[in-house]
């Protein structure tokens, strides 16, 4: 099973929009809607963004929003902050009833 | 409130095998799988396998297949993950995770980390 393909980095400045894409194939991306982001700060345990392609969890913020074309996943945060600096990972349910994450993209607020 | 608790960091040796425990409270222990993810150096995270607390199946990512082995206490809602044969690229922070077992879910939460150093 490989990894989900993320871009290794994306910046924008507080206030702009940034979109994080997540590809994979229809073994898993293509074929669930089980996919899911991370947000994960140095040092610290990754923390739930957005579930099930598109919901968010109480206590994260509207900004996030994620959705889903053919085998590709993207997350969106709008009106950027500076606590958004963090380190974004996506995963997705898999047809080997298995789990896989994409490689990680560092978001850099400007 | 619901938590998962890890063991502590430890220090392994080349060939040598390590145990990591995650500790699980707030919640049903048999209703929720409980998953493995490392996470080297720099580096992504990685999925290594889960257990159902409930039956104790298993399934694991092929690469560490005939190397990872997960049980489970139902009596203290501990899971253990005991990996064998350990490299220097085994070296990573260790995490627990837990998802439902009924619809695929996300992770959450997740354990603290075990930081596991693998050095001669």
């Known amino acids: 099973q490989s990894a989900l393909t993320q871009p290794a980095s994306v910046s924008g400045s507080p206030g702009q929009s940034i979109t994080i894409s997540c590809t994979g194939t229809?073994?898993?991306?293509?074929?669930?809607?089980?996919v899911s982001w991370y947000q994960q700060h140095p040092g610290k345990a990754p923390k739930v963004m957005i579930y099930?392609?598109?919901n968010r969890p109480s206590g994260v913020p509207d900004r996030f929003s994620g959705s889903k074309s053919g085998n590709t996943a993207s997350l969106t945060i709008s009106g950027l902050q500076a606590e958004d600096e963090a380190d974004y990972y996506c995963?997705?349910?898999?047809?080997?009833?298995?789990?896989?994450f994409g490689g990680g993209t560092k978001l850099t607020v400007l | 409130q619901v938590q998962l608790v890890q063991s502590g960091a430890e220090v392994k040796k080349p060939g040598a095998s390590l145990k990591v425990s995650c500790k699980a409270s707030?919640?049903?222990?048999?209703?929720?799988?409980i998953h493995w993810v490392r996470q080297g150096p720099g580096q992504g995270l990685e999925w290594m396998g889960l257990?159902?607390?409930?039956?104790?199946?298993?399934n694991s990512a092929q690469k560490f297949q005939g190397r990872v082995t997960m049980t489970r206490d139902t009596s203290t809602s501990t899971v253990y993950m005991e990996l064998s044969s350990l490299r220097f690229e085994d070296t990573a922070v260790y995490y627990c995770?837990?998802?439902?077992?009924?619809?695929?879910?996300?992770?959450?939460?997740w354990g603290q980390g075990t930081l596991v150093t693998v050095s001669s």
């Open positions: 995770a837990r998802t439902e077992i009924v619809v695929p879910s996300w992770f959450d939460p």
């Open positions: 707030g919640y049903t222990f048999t209703s929720y799988y």
């Open positions: 257990i159902n607390p409930s039956g104790g199946n298993t």
């Open positions: 229809s073994s898993d991306v293509g074929r669930y809607n089980y």
């Open positions: 099930d392609v598109s």
């Open positions: 995963s997705s349910f898999t047809s080997s009833t298995t789990w896989v």
